[in-house]
């Protein structure tokens, strides 16, 4: 059974950090690319940052560049996502994909 299941949301000030987790288990993370998404309250899901299946390449939502990065351990089929300088505006609910699988999502909320 494929499960993608994220962690570490939660509440912190404008300009904090936080680094959420994408635990994979079920299928083979190692071939994957993988990404995460983002969607607030009566918006699209927006594409927040993707890497590939090594680690190698790594790429960024215009809205994030130079705050967030994304990286990868494949040994313990992990991808995370490094939040710097957290805006109010990244206030979303955070989600994993690889292999068109999807996690259930983390609540990420920026407010002072």
């Known amino acids: 059974q494929v499960q993608l299941v994220e962690s570490g949301g939660g509440l912190v000030q404008p300009g904090g950090s936080l680094r959420l987790s994408c635990a994979a288990s079920g299928f083979t993370f190692s071939g994957y690319d993988m990404s995460w998404f983002r969607q607030a309250p009566g918006k699209e899901r927006e594409f927040v940052a993707g890497i590939n299946w090594s680690g190698g390449n790594t790429n960024y939502g215009d809205s994030v560049k130079g705050r967030f990065t994304i990286s990868r351990d494949n040994a313990k089929s992990t991808v995370y996502l490094q939040m710097n300088s957290l805006k109010p505006e990244d206030t979303a609910v955070y989600y994993c994909?690889?292999?068109?699988?999807w996690g259930q999502g983390t609540q990420v909320t920026v407010s002072s």
């Open positions: 994909t690889g292999g068109n699988f």
